[in-house]
């Protein structure tokens, strides 16, 4: 009797001491929500966003869930929790688990050659496979530029090279193949019955889906224009069109392994040869050991990030009617630390981190910092800076505030001048001051081009000895990226070939002038930029009698 009775009064403490407990877990619980809400709100302001909505899912579950702005820019519609969205890009991360599927089933080797398979042209110019032997891995792991396996370039069209997979075990044509798959193993299963496979006008779920809305540069503030559905169907690389709700069933199933088992999930999110990259998904340690493993969406007019914790089982789902997250964020280069709405989701829920009041002016900012600001405060710090500097190339305002930041952060962070690390590029090609050359110089010098042959390395290196008056080193930075094998259906080496062709005609290179802007002309109609095709054309006439 004595043990029963005190087994009874440790379980009467139990429940008083719980009791307790809970006022102040669920009052720290609201702070924290609080705090994510107005640091959400904060950068909307900046972005002057139409609208977005983001959920937070732990152990499968919605435990966060904010939206605001509008669906339509001209009626005025609230977002709402069924709201459809353009996810783009998000959709390769399930890509990657229908391909894993695949190979379990012994359909398809990720080690097979991705000629073996039916390849449509039309997809992607083939100029772009620079190798015959570029395996499916290589494509779904970003590395098929180049140099295969080795190098990585997120190329989100490239994944499209996917679809003769889809073909073949479909047994029918694209773009229907990869809709049929991505119906079985995920939509259906998951029950994510408020998901369009491309905008489909007659459907009943169209009335639903947001308006879409891409920035143009303005000198006067944000100027957002519509732009319509302009795909009805879904493939390899993008094109599905979801709600939040959806998404976290998606999310759900991942916490529960429902659709590949733990091994499976691991090996697409196991980085690649190297690289920042598994298959179909982003996968990185950040600060404190956090493995992050993320997929983000960046359409014409549409902005998403998917990101989740996994030792927390937490996702956040992020989802926007317009391309300015993602414009500002450029994920691509695989730090989901930039982009700002992630940031906060991972400093409050997170890191547990401290909110800087951004709005003041930047010697209060400085002060609130101190001397040696905590690591996540030196990434709200960056952000600030890249979006403030953003904000000056779309509307004409933020370039002196993204200046005095970026003065800021050589004060309290001189070390992030000091690695090679392409958002500080991105960052010092916006901005100077005489304050930020050797900085600036720096960084520059902290890339080996030799070895690191991102294109994006030599082209914002190449831009950043410009901003320091070095037109010769600049010239030999886009040189080395014009001249490289393949990454012929990169933006940036096209515009690197153009930019040094253009200097080469004015100092008298006559041949190699036409020869690189030859070369950039021929990428432009690659990629369907026939504007630019006719363009640089215009510029090889107007060559004649320079010899």
């Known amino acids: 009797m004595a043990k029963i009775g005190l087994s009874v009064f440790c379980l009467r403490c139990l429940v008083l001491l719980a009791a307790c407990l809970l006022p102040a877990t669920t009052a720290v619980a609201q702070t924290r929500d609080k705090a994510l809400t107005q640091r959400l709100h904060r950068i909307a302001g900046q972005l002057a966003l139409p609208g977005f909505s983001v959920a937070i899912v732990r152990d499968g579950k919605i435990v966060y869930?904010?939206?605001?702005?509008?669906?339509?820019?001209?009626?005025?519609?609230?977002?709402?929790?069924?709201?459809l969205f353009g996810i783009a890009s998000v959709t390769?991360?399930?890509?990657?688990?229908?391909?894993?599927?695949?190979?379990?089933?012994?359909?398809?080797?990720?080690?097979?050659?991705?000629?073996?398979y039916p390849l449509d042209a039309g997809w992607h110019p083939p100029e772009g496979i620079g190798d015959p032997n570029i395996t499916l891995g290589d494509v779904l792991s970003m590395s098929a530029g180049d140099r295969p396996g080795e190098t990585y370039v997120y190329n989100g069209a490239r994944f499209n090279l996917l679809s003769g997979v889809f073909d073949r075990v479909s047994q029918t044509a694209s773009p229907q193949s990869y809709v049929t798959q991505n119906r079985q193993r995920i939509l259906r299963p998951l029950g994510m019955d408020d998901t369009m496979a491309g905008y489909q006008k007659d459907s009943p779920l169209a009335a639903r889906a947001v308006k879409r809305y891409e920035a143009q540069p303005s000198a006067h503030g944000w100027d957002y224009v519509e732009r319509p559905y302009d795909w009805d169907a879904a493939y390899p690389a993008s094109g599905l069109i979801s709600t939040i709700d959806d998404l976290a069933k998606y999310a759900a199933a991942l916490d529960g392994n429902a659709l590949v088992g733990q091994s499976a999930y691991d090996r697409l999110t196991a980085p690649r040869h190297g690289h920042p990259y598994g298959y179909g998904w982003f996968t990185q340690v950040s600060h404190g050991g956090l493995r992050l493993h993320w997929v983000f969406?960046?359409?014409?007019?549409?902005?998403?990030?998917?990101?989740?914790?996994?030792?927390?089982?937490?996702?956040?789902?992020?989802?926007?009617?317009?391309?300015?997250?993602?414009?500002?964020?450029?994920?691509?280069?695989?730090?989901?630390l930039r982009q700002p709405f992630g940031l906060a989701f991972l400093d409050t829920w997170v890191m547990g981190g401290k909110t800087i009041d951004f709005d003041r002016p930047v010697?209060?900012?400085?002060?609130?910092?101190?001397?040696?600001?905590?690591?996540m405060v030196v990434e709200a710090l960056l952000n600030e800076a890249l979006m403030q500097a953003y904000r000056a190339r779309m509307t004409g305002e933020g370039a002196e505030r993204a200046v005095q930041l970026t003065e800021l952060l050589q004060r309290v962070a001189p070390d992030r001048f000091g690695a090679p690390d392409v958002y500080m590029l991105r960052l010092l090609s916006d901005v100077s001051s005489p304050g930020l050359e050797a900085p600036a110089r720096r960084l520059v010098a902290a890339f080996d081009t030799d070895k690191d042959r991102r294109p994006v390395v030599t082209f914002?290196?190449?831009?950043?000895?410009?901003?320091?008056?070095?037109?010769?080193?600049?010239?030999?930075?886009?040189r080395k990226l014009c001249d490289y094998a393949g990454f012929d259906d990169e933006p940036m080496k096209a515009q690197a070939c153009e930019q040094l062709g253009r200097h080469e005609l004015a100092t008298g290179k006559v041949a190699d002038g036409r020869r690189h802007l030859w070369h950039s002309a021929i990428m432009s109609r690659h990629a369907n930029g026939w504007r630019d095709y006719d363009r640089k054309l215009k510029l090889l006439a107007d060559t004649k009698g320079l010899d």
């Open 297 to 336: 969406g960046y359409g014409q007019a549409e902005s998403a990030l998917f990101l989740r914790v996994p030792d927390k089982k937490l996702t956040f789902i992020f989802l926007s009617n317009a391309d300015t997250p993602s414009a500002l964020a450029q994920l691509d280069y695989a730090d989901a």
């Open 65 to 83: 869930r904010h939206s605001e702005g509008v669906t339509d820019l001209n009626a005025r519609t609230p977002v709402a929790r069924d709201s």
């Open 363 to 375: 010697a209060d900012v400085a002060k609130t910092l101190g001397e040696t600001p905590p690591p």
């Open 460 to 478: 914002w290196s190449g831009n950043v000895l410009e901003k320091l008056g070095d037109r010769e080193g600049a010239m030999a930075s886009y």
């Open 92 to 116: 390769k991360s399930m890509t990657g688990i229908i391909m894993e599927q695949l190979e379990r089933e012994g359909q398809i080797r990720l080690d097979d050659p991705l000629l073996a």
